[in-house]
């Protein structure tokens, strides 16, 4: 071992690495069976290379889930990641007012901006929705009843279970109605002088079909003001504008939830709204003025990159630059636009790997995120076959290249979806299938030649 580690190679890993982990590797290595000091030395190296790389990489998204939350949810516009940018590389003004030369106040950089934007009276923005549902919950409900319908006592992704965060935020669920209805009445029948809010729910990746019943927002809102409680909905996807022209019909926005009778709407901020991972509460200002104040607003504060790039995002809106986010780039592109796309993949794979076999084929694509209930909307994607893989050992081989290439099987085949690649990313697409495809058939070679 001595010796190895007087070695050039090994001296130069201890310097990046430190001596234990170095020694550590090359002990592993000699239990494999090497000899070779070299080899030794280069396999550790390899080693200590893999254990200190970074895992938290730029992805090629071809699911065609345009918000998914295992990729990141929504990347960044050109403005987001611009103001990002600039605050990240030095001091800024995150609690400082430079008119006064006092203090300044965090919200500040988002509050008049966000308020314009949804036409609420007051907004504050936290860590995520799940924070602000947090929030209003500890701040307005702790110790008492919160009214939430049976049919939307949901779990939104692995983690978000509505019944799990009331319960941490120290509020008492009040079921109402059953799963699939329930009525105003329903919601009557549960207040009590220990009732303390009615919560709705935005019934984002999920859908009750059938038999079903649910009252009307006028409704609840009469309720709630008859009742003398606030009414927090969670409205989940901060939808800014209708996407019907998108073909998704019938998602409601945060203004027209607010317009509905709402007192208070939470919502993240990295779904429809295209921005970094933040959640809003928009609405009452007496309510948001008591959500500031409380101790968990510090607990759940934003970060100074974070606003910078949320109030830059909420200004690209209020300046009708929406169009231009990567969701609403990737969301309007036409069919022909996608085809065309595909085309020049197909044929550029063709020259270079004869071998791949490449179809244009329709697909579906998603917004994703919780939009209402998934609704699909039509795309194009490439079916890619390597004879000799599977469609299993394809997709493996895709997520292990660099950047990994995130796919999905359809009826065994592998799809490709271009809705959600950006199209810059198309040459790296057609690199990284071109050298897969070249590759597998150079060892299918190989193995032909031993056999
Ligand atoms: C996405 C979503 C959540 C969770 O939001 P996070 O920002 O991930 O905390 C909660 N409720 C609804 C309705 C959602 O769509």
Redesign the pocket.
């Known amino acids: 071992m001595d010796s190895l580690l007087r070695l050039p190679p090994a001296v130069e890993a201890e310097k990046l690495y430190g001596r234990e982990a170095v020694k550590e590797e090359l002990r592993r290595a000699v239990g494999m069976g090497g000899t070779d000091p070299l080899k030794l030395l280069s396999s550790a190296r390899r080693a200590l290379d893999g254990r200190f790389a970074p895992t938290l990489l730029r992805a090629i998204n071809a699911t065609g889930v345009l918000l998914h ?1 295992n990729l990141g ?1 929504s990347p960044l516009s050109t403005p987001a990641r611009d103001a990002l940018l600039r605050v990240a590389a030095g001091y800024s003004t995150l609690e400082y007012d430079p008119e006064t030369g006092g203090r300044g106040h965090r919200q500040s950089h988002v509050r008049s901006a966000a308020r314009d934007l949804f036409g609420s009276q007051d907004a504050i923005a936290v ?7 947090f929030l209003c919950l500890s701040a307005l409900a702790r110790g008492r009843r919160v009214l939430v319908s049976r049919g939307e006592l ?1 779990a ?2 692995g ?2 279970k ?1 019944p799990e965060i009331l319960e941490a935020s120290g509020a008492v669920l009040a079921e109402v109605g059953t799963t699939n209805r329930t009525s105003i009445e329903d919601y009557r029948r549960a207040l009590s002088s220990e009732t303390a809010l009615l919560l709705t ?5 999920y859908e009750i079909r059938g038999f079903t019943k649910r009252p009307e927002l006028g409704q609840i809102a009469a309720l709630a003001r008859e009742a003398g409680i606030p009414w927090v909905h ?4 901060g939808c800014v504008v209708p996407l019907d022209e998108f073909g998704v019909a019938a998602e409601p926005t945060v203004a027209s939830c607010l317009a509905g009778g709402a007192d208070l709407v ?6 429809l709204f295209g921005g970094p ?3 809003f509460v928009a609405g009452r200002a007496d309510l948001v003025a008591r959500l500031a104040a409380h101790p968990v607003a510090r607990v759940v504060r934003l970060d100074k990159l974070v606003l910078a790039a949320l109030a830059a995002t909420i200004a690209a809106w209020k300046t009708g630059k929406w169009r231009d986010f990567p969701v609403y780039r990737a969301a309007g592109q036409s069919l022909d636009h996608l085809r065309n796309r595909g085309e020049k993949i197909q044929g550029a794979v063709r020259r270079r790997a004869p071998a791949a076999a490449l179809e244009l084929v329709g697909a579906n694509a998603f917004f994703g ?3 209402s209930p998934e609704k699909p909307f039509p795309s194009r994607a490439l079916a890619v076959s390597l004879s000799g893989l599977s469609a299993e050992e394809l997709v493996s081989r895709l997520r292990s290249a660099e950047p990994p290439i995130v796919a999905r099987i359809e009826e065994g085949r592998l799809l490709l979806d271009l809705r959600s690649v950006d199209p810059d990313e198309d040459a790296m697409l057609i690199e990284i299938l071109s050298r897969l495809a070249a590759r597998v058939v150079s060892s299918r070679t190989k193995s032909n030649l031993s056999s």
């Open positions: 939350t949810r860590n995520n929705n799940a924070s602000a549902i949901v939104i992704g983690s978000f509505i729910v935005h019934p984002s990746n969670d409205q989940g996807t939470t919502f993240s901020a990295d779904k991972q933040a959640g995120g919780g939009t």
